[in-house]
């Protein structure tokens, strides 16, 4: 889960049991149950995931109650463990891609998530199956009208309170992260009751089933003859009440299930998308000639106050104007203010410098700029520039794509704003045999390899980044 999360929570006393041992099932054992699995969901027609902390760690996020837990390292004095990349460019591990591909195929109906991570939705599960019981700290709510705007960063408070910034409608947006006090909003408990009460197994993943009265969901299926199946690393106070308890590492449980069920577990890209404004004014200087002031600002999509989290710095430089010198900017607002003589048209190139967690190290746009005419407008549907996106960079099998979403301008002064997509994360994950035991690369990516031993041990190792496409 998210540490900023961890450290906004108001003080508990009592947060249940913490530093448990981890337990693993003998590797025939832990074959055998992955079968028994597979066979469960292969009868199953309504498949129900039920997901805790335990299915983002391999993502460098750490868990709560585990060895070297959030709750766990506080309770012995020792502070708020570090994540491995910044928590806003986690990226999703294996078993979150699983279960897209699980859905897509029709065999997984809806995933209940007690995370606030955003991986989920990052992964690609459609915002209609999922209930995220305890918030989304990406997500912001309008109390008003309920709309919900997605961020790429975090949002600044728990405990659905005010943040700083508005809805369409006018209204004071609210963050969706519960508190401890606070109850389960019914938008999201209602139809994770109603999926639990429809399921005939409900599937948990990488949760301790302490956390009430989430953790009481997924017995739900039991008044209906349903099944529950706990996969997780410790005992949880649910186990005798399961059909199936699993103890290994998640992803390599759900490696086995997608290799039994012959599914391919799907590429993760992110698309994360900025905005260009351009802003100039013209003056009368002398009887012949006018001058340009003019404005060039990078910003994020949600406002130029929101945070560009994935943007290191901006090379500005002008390609046929040798006379105008290159500009680095270091740090947000991304802004260059500059005054010109002559209005001819000359070309903008911006070469973004990603920030570290990002797939590559850094990507070009090129653009005209006259102040003579009007640039054309564009409106490109944005899911299908975000969904070609992906799709090339899938095929190419690296980040670094960028294409224009929207360009519009405004008056006065004129404006020009252009809304850009791009790719800036690509992770394959390789599909691998649970029963063999070998070592096995999950996933790998430009950024980092997360492998998994025979004995069971997990080890993060840095790769050099590779180039963008």
């Known amino acids: ?65 585990g060895p070297k837990g959030v709750w766990t390292l506080q309770h012995e004095g020792k502070g708020v463990p570090e994540a491995s990349l910044p928590f806003h460019r986690a990226m999703p591990s294996i078993t979150h891609m699983a279960l897209v591909a699980l859905e897509k195929a029709g065999i997984l109906k809806f995933v209940i998530s007690q995370n606030v991570d955003s991986l989920h939705l990052r992964s690609g599960i ?72 429809m399921a005939d197994v409900v599937l948990c993943l990488g949760t301790s089933l302490q956390i009430t009265p989430a953790c009481d969901l997924p017995f739900q299926t039991l008044r209906g003859g349903g099944r529950v199946i706990i996969v997780n690393l410790q005992q949880t106070p649910k186990d005798k009440k399961a059909s199936l308890v699993i103890h290994g590492r998640v992803d390599k449980v759900i490696a086995g299930v997608m290799h039994d069920l012959n599914l391919q577990i799907p590429p993760y890209v992110r698309v994360d998308l900025f905005q260009i404004n351009l802003t100039y004014r013209q003056f009368p200087r002398f009887s012949d000639k006018k001058y340009v002031n003019w404005t060039l600002r990078v910003t994020s999509e949600h406002g130029k106050n929101a945070p560009l989290q994935f943007i290191k710095s901006v090379e500005v430089s002008f390609l046929d104007r040798p006379n105008l010198r290159t500009a680095i900017l270091l740090k947000q607002p991304f802004l260059l203010k500059r005054q010109l003589i002559s209005t001819r048209p000359f070309k903008i190139s911006l070469k973004i410098n990603f920030s570290d967690g990002c797939g590559c190290w850094n990507t070009k746009v090129e653009f005209p700029v006259n102040f003579q005419v009007l640039a054309d407008g564009i409106n490109h549907d944005k899911d299908d520039v975000i969904h070609k996106l992906k799709k090339t960079a899938i095929q190419d099998q690296c980040c670094g794509q960028i294409s224009l979403v929207e360009r519009k301008n405004l008056l006065p002064p004129t404006k020009e704003i252009s809304i850009y997509a791009i790719a800036t994360d690509f992770v394959a994950y390789n ?39």
């Not at 947060?15 to 469960?40: C, R, T, W, Y």
């Not at 005010?162 to 909003?185: F, N």
Request: aromatic fraction near 6%; include cysteine.
């Open 431 to 469: 599909a691998y045999l649970a029963s063999t035991g070998l070592s096995e690369d999950i996933p790998k990516s430009s950024g980092y390899i997360m492998r998994r031993l025979k004995d069971n041990i997990s080890t993060e190792m840095p790769l050099k980044k590779l180039k963008c496409c």
């Open 126 to 197: 459609p915002r209609e199956k999922i209930a995220e019981l305890h918030g989304n700290s990406f997500r912001e709510l309008c109390p008003s009208c309920g709309e919900e705007y997605l961020r790429d960063f975090e949002v600044e408070t728990i405990g659905m309170k005010q943040t700083s910034r508005h809805c369409k409608c006018g209204a004071r947006l609210k963050d969706t992260v519960l508190d401890w006090e606070d109850e389960l909003p019914l938008k999201e408990l209602n139809p994770a009751v109603e999926q639990c009460r």
């Open 1 to 65: 889960m998210s540490l900023g999360f961890a450290e906004k929570l108001s003080y508990k006393e009592n947060v249940g049991s913490v530093g448990m041992s981890e337990i693993f099932d003998p590797p025939h054992v832990l074959q055998q149950k992955i079968e028994n699995l597979v066979a469960l969901i292969r009868k199953s027609k309504h498949l129900v995931a039920f997901t805790g902390a335990g299915i983002s760690t391999s993502c460098g996020i750490p868990d709560f109650r």
